[in-house]
């Protein structure tokens, strides 16, 4: 017997398989003989009929056609339904109301329905907007308002909110949602119960949700009723992550198995629900650990999701039969197409990884979930849940299982609470077949973010939910066969959506990353990585001698064609891809970097030297410029002489590279200094360059502290500099360049570090403010450039967004980095470690929160802290570690915070987590800082798409990896040649007619 065990490789492979290999097998499962197509059709027609009289009643349906997904006004709906009922205070509620229907032309919709309460609330958005907005009648609404003495604005909008929730909602607790199952409305159907949270983020979270999910299976088997309980794994843990495996897999074990004995002893079902394609393999782990254990044996009630979106998707179904087999158990098994889609697509991209997890267009997750479906029909120890709002998906499904000879309670099908009325009354009520609603339960306040991504998910344009409510599309073209489609086009890979590697192509190929979620392959890398690496130093000559044979290599080096010179920067790339794990290695031992960090600088010095190639073959080649006739003007681009590139030891290869490509590529020779602390990862990285065709001359390595950098600096052979380091250090630089009268005026490449802040108002979602905290203050043991040093939260969300982010802090793994499952390892060196470990202890009565480290035995760990300031005005410099100042501002007073913000003279990295447009419009028009992020964390700047760099105390730019950098490493030169002196200008004469 097959056992899930043995799939596990199968199921690995078709991860990252070609679309066309993965859906050849798929489209002969699914496909349908045109005989059996009529007989599918005739049921899809019918159910079509149910399901427009469905949507013909009940003006929340009606409301929700007229104000579709994909309109200016069904987006502005959706955006303020995210955010409006988790704000505070009436200052913000007010401006997102505003920013959200300020804009909308609602008075188009008005009258343009057929149900009057649509109308009504049509009307009621045309008078929101009238007061929110600048029109001339606002002035007189506002009076109107001002007279009532009650913002009825915001009120009806709060009550328009909590309608929606309730209608995507069940209830905002297990016994509210029973009692609404047991309503007239719900008649014919049962309910899984699924107790929101979609993801812990601290074990406070996981704990309270666990609770509920508990608290729900006793409440739902005491109903009695045939109710099932959802879970979601990454609800029970705040760290349910493969690299973290080892963490999460046994406490998360242990809380489903005793929610499934809680379970069977109510008599209730357990299904857990499907997450991210990272997750799958543990889901699966956790799954099978469960299913196996000798308490659950005989339990016909354990099952799972699977997500037809997944090129895995099949595997997991003959996974879960296998498993049914092993355990001699029925395995309840909920077939969805998926809900992270978008999400995946862009990390994929992102982690430059070979391809994606799953299909990249609709008509193949269509033909996938019937296939999926076809195995589970087929199958001997599932029981099937097929869940859908797709007529055509249900009419074959309902021919199938006929065929199959299933009988009605051997399967059931599944729908989501608040949509697709009409399409399964009948099937429920009149014809016998168990129906299912997937039923949220929780506050409105806590679940309308995830109310949102769900309607975005079945409201994309090429979904049938949308194209049912479309009034451009017609019966034959919605219940086309997706079979077909996928024939059509062979299977193959959206056209629009790029592969990861060809995601900046035709400039340049993407960096190769590595799959780190899978767990195998994590592991196997950490061991390899461990592995001692030496470079030995090879006692480069002194900083005078390395100028000297940079000096004497420039005028060869400057007249190499710019062809040549790229072609050497792309050998480099394709050599440290190839060197990849020898300079992780280098960069574990030597800078303390964890393996993603680690791999992170790889990527970026691969991809700074691809796109400065591709730049200098763009932007460097000669230009000619307009002037009369018989005259020529060539503007060339040259190199300026001997560059000193001074690396700093936070990134000592992506910046060491970065800086030594651009200005090799542009023609001039280099002396690079790097770090004292990081010599040898650099000493690797000149030996690619050289093996990559760069002369030895045109690239020395000067190694040592301070005085070879001051050497370096001082040197008049120097023609020009590039720094990444403090600013401290900056400005001796700078004094070094006119310490002598005679001396040649060259240009300075700064960039140095900033008091880097995230300010955040109260529609923020606190759980993605809480990551982004996390990622932006302590990644790399906050010893980045752009690393978050202040947060500044609004005031009335304050004591939530502490709480919530100490509890993320105390789920961060803190040790060796070589370990596949650290977080943080330690600081650079003993005097950034006793520097800011002196620095808590001054401020150690302000420490909101501190994170437990490893002794000083086992290495140089500095707490993760939170200091609270009574005023963002009390910190005045950078600490260049992980920890993060926290202070509160006051909602109407953003410009005032970014100015002074922009007052402390800094301006490196600045984000905003907002919901509301207009701030986040505010403060990029405000903020004085090279990079802006919006909802999003501040680190991590890719080459090409976000050029890094800052202004005032925090650098001189141009931007590194932007369009404009490798200008600032040349001369401009112009040669301008009169063509007449010749003896006539030879383009008049050529015309003829000219005389």
């Not at 195998?520 to 592995?531: C, D, F, I, P, S």
């Amino acid at each position: 017997m097959i056992t899930s065990d043995d799939l596990r490789g199968e199921l690995r492979d078709l991860h990252r398989k070609a679309e066309p290999e993965v859906l050849a097998p798929l489209v002969m499962q699914a496909k349908t003989g045109p005989d059996e197509r009529a007989l599918i059709l005739s049921k899809a027609q019918r159910l079509l009929v149910d399901l427009r009289a469905g949507q013909s009643k009940g003006w929340v349906n009606q409301f929700l056609q007229e104000y579709r997904l994909g309109t200016e006004e069904g987006t502005a709906l959706l955006s303020l339904a995210e955010a409006f009922l988790r704000v505070p205070d009436a200052y913000t509620s007010d401006r997102l109301i505003s920013d959200k229907m300020g804009g909308a032309d609602w008075g188009a919709h008005a009258g343009a329905s057929a149900n009057k309460m649509v109308n009504s609330a049509t009307w009621g958005l045309v008078l929101g907007k009238a007061v929110v907005g600048a029109s001339p009648e606002a002035n007189v609404l506002r009076r109107l308002v001002a007279r009532s003495g009650e913002p009825f604005v915001r009120r009806a909008v709060s009550q328009a909110m909590k309608l929606m929730g309730e209608v995507f909602v069940m209830g905002r607790n297990i016994e509210e949602a029973i009692g609404r199952m047991n309503k007239r409305e719900n008649r014919g159907f049962v309910a899984s119960f699924d107790m929101l949270g979609e993801a812990a983020r601290t074990m406070d979270d996981a704990y309270r949700y666990f609770e509920s999910y508990r608290h729900a299976a006793d409440v739902a088997g005491a109903a009695g009723n045939g109710h099932s309980i959802s879970v979601k794994l990454s609800a029970l843990h705040p760290r349910y992550e493969p690299a973290r495996a080892g963490i999460c897999i046994p406490i998360i074990s242990e809380m489903v198995l005793d929610l499934a004995l809680r379970c069977r002893e109510s008599g209730v079902a357990l299904t857990v629900d499907a997450e991210e394609s990272e997750r799958l393999m543990i889901s699966l782990d956790i799954i099978r650990d469960v299913a196996r254990h000798p308490s659950l044996e005989g339990w016909d009630g354990f099952g799972m999701a699977i997500q037809a979106y997944s090129k895995r998707g099949l595997a997991v179904v003959k996974w879960a039969d296998a498993l049914g087999a092993e355990t001699g158990s029925k395995i309840n098994t909920r077939l969805v197409k998926g809900a992270y889609w978008d999400t995946e697509i862009k990390h994929t991209q992102e982690m430059g990884l070979s391809d994606f997890p799953l299909f990249t267009r609709k008509i193949a997750t269509d033909v996938s979930y019937l296939a999926c479906a076809r195995e589970m029909i087929r199958s001997r120890h599932l029981v099937p849940a097929f869940a859908t709002h797709n007529a055509l998906t249900i009419a074959t499904l309902l021919h199938w299982t006929s065929e199959a000879g299933l009988p009605k309670d051997g399967y059931e099908f599944q729908r989501l609470h608040g949509m697709g009325e009409g399409l399964y009354e009948r099937m429920a009520r009149d014809e016998g077949y168990r129906v299912r609603t997937y039923a949220p339960v929780g506050g409105h306040a806590d679940l309308l973010a995830y109310l949102v991504r769900r309607l975005l998910e079945n409201g994309a344009n090429t979904s049938f939910v949308h194209q049912f409510t479309s009034s451009d599309v017609n019966e034959d073209e919605l219940l086309a066969d997706p079979v077909d489609k996928v024939e059509a086009v062979g299977g193959t890979r959206h056209p629009g959506i790029a592969l990861p590697q060809d995601l900046f192509m035709p400039e340049r190929k993407n960096s190769i990353g590595l799959d780190l979620e899978d767990r195998e392959n994590l592991q196997g890398l950490a061991e390899r990585l461990r592995k001692p690496v030496t470079v030995a130093l090879r006692g480069e000559k002194d900083v005078d001698e390395c100028i000297d044979t940079c000096h004497r290599a420039f005028r060869d080096w400057s007249m190499t064609s710019i062809d040549k010179r790229a072609a050497c920067l792309e050998k480099f790339a394709d050599l440290m891809e190839e060197r990849r794990e020898e300079l992780m290695a280098v960069l574990v031992q030597e800078a303390n970097k964890n393996i993603p960090d680690a791999l992170g600088d790889v990527r970026e010095a691969v991809d700074f030297c691809r796109y400065y190639a591709a730049q200098a073959r763009e932007k460097l080649k000669p230009i000619e410029l307009p002037g009369p006739t018989g005259e020529q003007n060539i503007l060339r681009m040259e190199g300026r002489g001997v560059w000193a590139c001074i690396a700093p030891w936070n990134f000592p290869l992506a910046i060491f590279v970065g800086q030594v490509a651009a200005a090799l590529v542009t023609g001039n020779t280099v002396v690079a200094k790097p770090a004292p602390q990081t010599p040898q990862i650099a000493a690797l990285a000149v030996r690619l360059a050289r093996e990559a065709g760069v002369p030895r001359g045109a690239l020395q390595l000067a190694v040592g502290g301070a005085e070879t950098g001051a050497a370096l600096t001082y040197d008049r052979r120097i023609a020009g500099i590039a720094f990444t380091g403090s600013n401290a250090t900056s400005k001796v630089i700078a004094r070094s360049l006119v310490a002598e009268d005679d001396r040649p005026l060259i240009p300075l490449i700064a960039e140095t570090g900033g008091i880097n802040t995230m300010i955040v108002d109260s529609t923020a979602l606190t759980e993605q403010v809480v990551r982004d905290v996390i990622i932006s203050g302590f990644q790399s043991a906050g010893q980045r450039c752009s690393a978050m040093r202040l947060l500044l939260i609004q005031e009335e969300v304050y004591d939530r967004t502490i709480e919530m982010l100490k509890g993320a802090m105390d789920a961060l793994v803190i040790g060796d980095p070589h370990e596949p499952d650290t977080d943080i390892g330690p600081v650079i060196d003993e005097p950034s470690y006793y520097k800011l470990n002196a620095y808590r202890e001054a401020w150690h009565k302000n420490v909101i929160h501190s994170c437990a480290v490893p002794g000083k035995d086992k290495g140089l760990f500095v707490p993760p802290t939170l200091i609270h300031l009574d005023s963002m005005d009390d910190l005045d410099k950078e600490w260049f570690g992980p920890i993060i100042h926290v202070a509160t501002w006051k909602g109407g007073e953003l410009d005032r915070t970014v100015d002074r913000v922009n007052a402390k003279g800094y301006g490196l990295t600045m984000g905003i987590h907002s919901r509301i447009l207009r701030a986040a419009d505010q403060v990029e028009k405000r903020a004085e800082v090279g990079n802006l992020y919006i909802n999003r964390s501040m680190i991590g700047a890719i080459v090409g798409s976000q050029p890094f760099g800052g202004e005032g105390l925090s650098g001189t730019g141009p931007k590194a990896g932007g369009p404009h950098y490798l200008y600032r490493f040349c001369a401009e030169r112009t040669t301008s040649t009169d063509m007449t002196s010749a003896g006539g200008n030879a383009t008049l004469l050529s015309m003829g007619d000219g005389i």
